[in-house]
């Protein structure tokens, strides 16, 4: 728990879209209604263009709330090669 002030808050990583005035969560948030939250906004330089791109986002978010660790592009490559049962060179 962190400390602003004399208030106790927590923080939550929650990616949202803007759309028509108003901030929507990618993913349900597990706040009770009516939960009063203080807004840091990151604008993405790099925002999905593409429907698919917009639910491989969501499915990287969920991966990172689960904790479990996201793969660099070398541990992708090996991934791939390692499902097709392809030989990579140093391995």
Known sequence: MLQFGAKPFMTIVVEAIYENGVLRPVQ???LPDKTEVQLTIEIRQ?????ALGEKL???RAQ???AGT???DWEG???EVAGRR???REGR
């Open 28 to 30: 349900p948030v597990d």
């Open 46 to 50: 790099d925002s999905p263009k593409t």
């Open 57 to 59: 986002r969501a499915l």
């Open 63 to 65: 991966i990172l709330v």
């Open 69 to 71: 660790p996201v793969l």
């Open 76 to 78: 992708i490559e090996a």
């Open 85 to 87: 049962g392809e030989w």
